[in-house]
């Protein structure tokens, strides 16, 4: 799945474990980039569409899926938010800004500890690779306690499997040779996190 040639919009994305702090680095992104004035579109995964509403009751547990299963659907409401109407392809090649909280490294982490990662990297594969990666590492245990106040927990949210999602995460993202990377030490304040991500932002000639 390429983009037009000409394509001059960028594709920043989030990712982390559990309670790292995506959602939170997204809206701070997006608060900084209205107050410079500068145009762009924020969404996420998975997506409020109708394959990411089923994925919403898999991962509370009100629907049961085989693990493989639900990597089909991850993959499924990918495809959806790329090449559906106003979706991420039609925007990029429109030469948007398009911020997302979670994308495939999303997908290649958390549903590769109950698969075979093959499966999971041959579904995601024609996908098109974000221009860069933030990636809030934080330790499990961390996580665990951010998300102990929540009233309820999802099937994921598990401290072992967190774990083994955190270490296939930096399996991977330390070793991505084609996606600008940048790795956040998700334990220090969210404020210094912002800047790192706005520096980083400028220095890749993304902003
Ligand atoms: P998220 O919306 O970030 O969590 P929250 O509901 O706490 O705000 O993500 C929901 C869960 O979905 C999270 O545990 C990560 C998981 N997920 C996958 O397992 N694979 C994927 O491809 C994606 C996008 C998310």
């Known amino acids: 799945m390429s983009l037009k040639r000409g394509r001059e919009g960028r594709f920043v994305v989030f990712e982390g474990i559990d309670g790292s702090g995506t959602t939170t680095q997204c809206r701070m992104l997006s608060q900084r980039l209205r107050n ?3 145009a762009f579109w924020t969404t996420s995964e998975p997506t409020g569409g109708p394959i990411g509403r089923v994925l919403r009751d ?3 547990g009100r629907l049961a899926a085989a693990p493989e299963t639900v990597a089909y659907l991850f993959a499924a409401d990918r495809s959806d938010h790329l090449l559906g109407a106003g979706g991420v392809i039609e925007r990029l090649e429109a030469g948007e800004l398009v911020v997302c909280d979670r994308y495939k490294h999303s997908s290649l982490a958390y549903q590769s ?3 075979d990662p093959l499966l999971v990297a041959d579904l995601n594969r024609r996908f ?3 221009d860069i990666v933030f990636f809030i590492d934080l330790p499990a245990s961390v996580g665990d306690q951010r998300i102990s106040g929540r009233p309820s927990r ?3 949210e ?3 499997f967190q774990e083994q999602v955190r270490t296939r995460y930096l399996e991977l993202l330390r070793d991505e040779a084609r996606i600008h990377v940048e790795i956040l030490d998700g334990t220090t304040p969210q404020a210094a996190i912002a800047e790192k991500v ?3 932002l400028h220095e890749a000639s993304i902003l």
């Open 113 to 115: 500890v109950e698969n």
């Open 154 to 156: 999802e099937i994921y």
């Open 158 to 160: 598990k401290i072992a």
């Open 58 to 60: 898999i991962l509370s």
């Open 36 to 38: 410079a004035g500068r």
């Open 198 to 200: 706005w520096l980083a």
């Open 128 to 130: 098109v690779d974000p």
